[in-house]
């Protein structure tokens, strides 16, 4: 499948079809990893782990002492026994 690049801005850009994006896994507005390896430009999916950034947020919500429980009624011991 043939495509062009295309001048934006200061710099280029290519269209991919739908058809493409679909197979590939991706839509309009995700993030990709460029690379070139062996005079190509590979396009790589970037998948996020599930909960990433969650325990350094934790940690901060703990320092700022901001952790306290939103719905306490709904707490437990093993909550109160935890030490973060």
């Known amino acids: 499948m043939l495509s062009a690049v295309k001048k934006i801005g200061n710099s280029a850009g290519v269209i991919i079809p ?3 994006l679909t197979e590939f896994g991706v839509e309009a507005g995700d993030s990709v990893e460029l690379k070139v390896e062996a005079g190509r430009i590979v396009i790589e999916r970037v998948i996020n782990p599930p909960r990433k950034g ?3 947020d934790a940690k901060r919500l703990a320092a700022a002492e901001d952790d306290t429980l939103e719905w306490p009624e709904f707490g437990n011991e093993e909550d109160a026994a935890l030490k973060w």
């Open 18 to 20: 739908k058809p493409l």
């Open 54 to 56: 969650w325990a350094e």
